[in-house]
C-alpha cells in the first residue's frame, strides 16, 4: 500500500467561470509518493459515464464521457510533477457541478480534491467608475 492512510475530507474548492470562456482551471496538486503505477481520475458522480478525464502513463479517454470530448487536458508532466490540474474548454452551463481529482494504484483509490464548478451565464458587465 502507497497511501499512509486515508484522507477522508478531501479540500472542496469552489471554481467560479462565465460560459464562453476559452477554458478553465480546475486545481489538483499531490505532494505525497507517487506509486509505480498511478491512475489520475477526474469524474463527475451525477453523470454516467462519470469519467471526465483519465491519466494512466498517457490520457486514457476511451471511457470518458461523450460530453467532455475533445475538451479537457492535464499537463503532460502531471504524474512526474503532482499536478493534476484539469483544463476544461468552452466551459457551459451543463458543466456546472461536483468535480474530484483522485489517484489510485490499481488497488487503493485516495480522493484528493473536490472542486464545485459554477459556470455563469454571460459576461459581467464593465461599469466605468463615478469618478471617471
Known sequence: LFF???CRHALAVVVEVYAGERSVLL???FSSFIPEEPTVMWTRS???PKSVHLRRYEDDLRGQNQRYSGRTS???DALNSGNFSLTLRTPTKTDSSN???SISDGRE???LTDIQLQVKA???LLRPR???
Open 46 to 48: 451525477d453523470l454516467n
Open 27 to 29: 486545481p489538483c496538486q
Open 130 to 132: 463615478k469618478d471617471e
Open 99 to 101: 468535480y474530484t481529482c
Open 109 to 111: 483509490e485516495l480522493r
Open 74 to 76: 492535464m499537463n503532460p
Open 122 to 124: 454571460g459576461q459581467p
Open 4 to 6: 499512509s492512510g486515508t
